[in-house]
């Protein structure tokens, strides 16, 4: 079986802990970019318009003993701001190519509950 291409930008709706605030919005992968863009009422009470990850290591974190719809998570780490978005097991292989595809260096860590402290 040969490896199919990845096509990018790749989005997905994710979770994410921004400071604070709990929310949702949009992971957007391209080449040589990772971009958190807040839905509406997280960007309202967080204040935060986007995350864009600064770097080229990716910690993949997927928490064993969570809920599968919300068991993988990523830390994006930028200059300004930080959060850590969250997503269903399902799209963790999805995920993991796009990441490798744009061209960051992805770690992936299997931990049984605590997502925060790997991330």
Known sequence: MTPRKTRLPQTFTVGADV????????????????VFVPGAL???FSSVSQVEHAGQDVRLVCARW????F??????????????????????????????AAGFDVESVTTRVDRKRWS
């Open 66 to 69: 969570i809920p599968p719809w």
């Open 19 to 34: 400071g604070p605030v709990r929310g949702g919005g949009k992971l957007t992968v391209a080449p040589g970019q990772l």
């Open 42 to 44: 997280t960007r309202r």
């Open 71 to 100: 068991n993988v998570s990523i830390q994006l780490r930028g200059t300004e701001k930080s959060c850590l978005v969250v997503l269903p097991l399902t799209s963790r292989r999805r995920l993991r190519e796009a990441l490798k």
